[in-house]
């Protein structure tokens, strides 16, 4: 349904687009960096009521960085993003499965927090190559 | 990261999974469906408050759509899953991008809800095979 | 579809009824088995870590449970459901009360989500019989 | 402060019930208020982008309502309670029914929002009564 | 910006304010007073589940309290309000501070949420004031 | 990081703080550019629906933008800054009363959005020198 709307540029969809057109990888940044900063407070601290508050947050920050990569992968990227770059989906896929990994005991353990900014910053590196190419 | 624990089979990982592994692509129909039925109630009745109404209950609803759906991609299908079916990454993406389609004029039109729970049923017959080759 | 029930006051109203009429005890069900594979995992895993963050989860599928049963309580059945099915209030006042159930120390007993499960079932038998009867 | 209501069985549970323990019907009617004033000044004011705005605070207000009320139909009132008021359901079904009337025309009816606030001040006062004969 | 059009009274813009216009202390008061129940609560039972339930509860309900305060401040007190009163920003700062406050040891202390109830008590005096003035 | 402000007295908490000290006005300014980008398509576009569904979204994303700012307010800003900066709390309490801004005619004018990220401009101002000189 989209291939056809986007023959030969989007411009023509582009201005009555809702949401707003507005869109940065920040947003995932830095609730991904909260989840890393708290990993790494996690470690520091033993206290039982401060862990628990820890965990609390950390589940909220990973949903947020989930949610901000979704809307980037569906409202943002368009049919020729994804023939452009063929990892993209996959990317993605694996950082919000990143974000969502906390089952294992390696779930506050800031090398994974690290892992999903790379992710992230992959992500981005392309966001602003599609944005210098519109 | 996820490519080397799925090797043989994902057994292992399987039972220390949380969210707790129980998904249904009934979640995101339920929803799609509600999307549909109000585009129909928007068509057959003019009164101003309730089409804005209309509008305000559909975007949360469709905003649930491609949040169940989402879920589904990113927790519930895993690398073989993907590998298996390599059109399953445009299908959501096409799917949620569908649920967000409202910009234009379409977006109460019937048929764009009815294609969008062609969409997911195309994604629940994935999900089902997928569940019975597990 | 409440056509026959209401009949000659409400008839009016009821073609252009909002939320959209679509409802489906499936919701609450599909978190209910949420909250009960997660009491399972739950006993399974002595992890902290794992065990808080089912905790996290878990009040947060119940509360959806809670509310997917409410929703049909006030927005589905309507005065003649209650007339025929005088049960139905109380049903659902210990379904949800179930729920929300996990104060105690039983709160992550399968048990409790089993009995949950049942109750939800003898709603969506009533809610059944009462789409039948429109 | 249940103590007394559940004389052998449920004492023992009762100390440690969580949430809290605080409820209060004024959570309710502050939200149904809202409301009422809401529809007072989409009679007074014309302008589009006000009467729209108007809509959707009114929209969330109304569910705010409904919460509120079912948290205490679920969570405050127990088996005694509803033993000594029989009455007790049907109000709280048709509150949170009133709540979410709003796909007619009278949905922005100042009248509909005193009818609301008239059945919580019938809960309020049975709410208050049996704080007091706890 | 403001304090231009307050000059002399609100009264021009106060009949097309929209949220409501309807305030009241009492829904920030209500929620601290819940995480006051918890910390009591909490400090009774040192069931792990129970405990952690207990956090995840007072976190959401902490919240809260900074909602409803930061909604008082930043929709209902204006710029002549803070000219009566100049403490109010700190008050307001102070307070949802404290409803923050839960990372130390002291965090699950009754004596903090007293502390947090206090000073809703002191912005309550002065709301009251101010409507009084009005 | 506070280590240097909160001489004595706070050190000790400030390396547990949570939530996890990661802050940037960057989540406020992108909600700002959204609502201002919002304003000038809802000014090119006379589509009843588009329109509705631009106020629809605008609301959510003034009430991020709001949501993001006292969170800035109450959570990073401590009282050396408040000292330092005697404006930042009329700052805060103006950007966010210019977010909630809509129940005017003016309320879709994108200059109202401007006026609200200069405002966001000067908060960030003073928030990278705070961090500067952490």
């Not at 809702?18 to 407070?41: F, H, M, N, T, W």
């Not at 901000?68 to 569906?74: A, E, G, K, R, Y």
Request: proline share 5%; aromatic share 10%; with cysteine.
């Amino acid at each position: 349904m989209f291939a056809r709307l986007f023959k030969p540029k989007t411009t023509v969809r582009a201005h009555c687009d809702l949401p707003c057109g507005v869109y940065d990888p920040a947003q995932a940044r830095i609730e991904a960096e909260s989840v890393k900063a708290i990993c790494e407070k996690y470690q520091q601290n033993e206290d039982p009521v401060f862990r628990t508050r820890a965990l609390i947050i950390k589940e909220e920050r990973a949903n947020l960085v989930k949610h901000h990569l979704w809307v980037l992968w569906t409202d943002y990227f368009k049919a020729p993003h994804f023939e452009k770059y063929p990892q993209l989906h996959q990317l993605f896929n694996e950082a919000t499965k990143l974000a969502g990994v906390a089952g294992a005991k390696g779930s506050v353990d800031p090398a994974v927090a690290e892992e999903l900014l790379a992710k992230i910053d992959e992500i981005a590196k392309i966001f602003w190559e599609t944005k210098q190419a519109a």
